[in-house]
């Protein structure tokens, strides 16, 4: 049964007045909603949220005998619950399909977007309860140009912070850069700062040196790091000073010890095997000296990290996604990236046995217990789907999160104060006054069930409010574009 908001609007008595000077900026009263706050994990019933200019600037809960405070316009949220908008830290929006084109006769990866298919995934994220995100590797020019459409309010999605196209040897069309020396980073650094990013993206084939190069080159442009590490081990990535570190891959030798770290190393000889994203898993003792103090460095230098356990919950189950992910789910993708979808995610898994798979998700409760060592330790984490749309992805990832040991209120916390935090926006992830007017609003309470997400029917973004069906019908005229 959908419920319908409904809306009054009443007529402000200033704009009647003959002497007014200035028209006041309008005010929106939601009212008869449980307000929930994961940052104080409070519920507050009757509660109400007044929004100016996309904030929220004066909030309560209605005494009986009390009246509501005046306001152009008064919603009448109909007893359900308001939680702050849901922050990804991982959401590759500009990107396109992934797709092989040859270039110089030998095949090249593309994943070029196409503006098309980023406003279908920014409108199908924001309907997912997403009101702000981090893309931490795409075209700089393609994501510059979706935070003007969305800043100007001409394309409806999360806002957007964004890095640039990788650091990485391995050629990617629509993607990569790797600058053969020290003036080369500069520039394409500069390049990339020109075109509004506030990270540099380091990725799994770099030097160490060259890590250490990237770091010291971006915060010289005074610009931050998030790295994609994977033989430079997370030790060294975070003793550099690395702002942020994603993926549950922290698939360095270094981090292993004696017998198990000798197999490793075998194993990774062969550079097509990529059966390391699990078997690091099962080789890694987390009480052994070198994760201690990964675990110590991490927390002392505050590295923040998005571990995308729903990533790892992809590959190691790359042959079940029919069943895990529903065509009835896949909405989120514009039809061009629908049918590649499970084929991408399936790629490192090519070449694997049945046996292989079984290891594999064998290892997921120990991805989770790394997700759990890390949050008891202190390290500051959050959430990230690593997709191009948020949609079931982000639920997931909260899922998980919730089975490696956490109560859903913190879970809650890293969707909002959590991403708010890797993110470095005070402002966000609260429903606290003075803080953007980011809020969804949902029949049933998360707070008891993290599946409520999934029956969102109202976002509120920086003050204005879209309804779900409302943001599925402009999808619509957004699948045209052919590849
Ligand atoms: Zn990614």
Known sequence: MKKVLSSTVIASL??????AQQPLPPTVLYYNATLINPATEQQLADGWLLVKDGRIVQMGHQQADASLPAATKKIDLQDQYVMPGLIDVHLHLTAGPHRV???????VLTMKGDSEITRYHAISTLASGV???FSPAGEAAANAEYVRQQQAGNWPGPKLSYAGYIFEPTPIIG????PKDEAGWQAEIANQQAQGVDHIKLYAGLSKEEVAM??????QAGLKTVAHLDSVSWQFGAELGIDILTHALPTSAELLTGAA???YLIER???ANQ?????WFQHVDYDSEPMQRLIRTLKKQQTRIDLTLVVNELFYFARELGALYPETDLWVFHPQMRKGWRAVMAAPSYDWTAEDFAAAQQQLPKVQEFFKRLYDAGVPLAIGTDSVASGPFYLRELQLSQAAGLTNWQVLQLATTGGARHLQLTDTGQLAEGFVADFIVLPANPVTDLAALSTLQTVVQQGKAWQVDDLKAQLTSLTAVEL
Do not use: C, W
């Open 14 to 19: 200033l704009s009647l007045s003959a002497t």
């Open 101 to 107: 084109e040859m270039q110089d006769g030998k095949p």
């Open 131 to 133: 009101t702000t995100a």
């Open 175 to 178: 993607g990569s850069v790797h």
């Open 214 to 219: 990237g770091v010291r080159l971006a915060n």
């Open 261 to 263: 770290r000798d197999a």
């Open 269 to 271: 000889k062969n550079l």
């Open 275 to 279: 059966r390391f994203i699990y078997s």
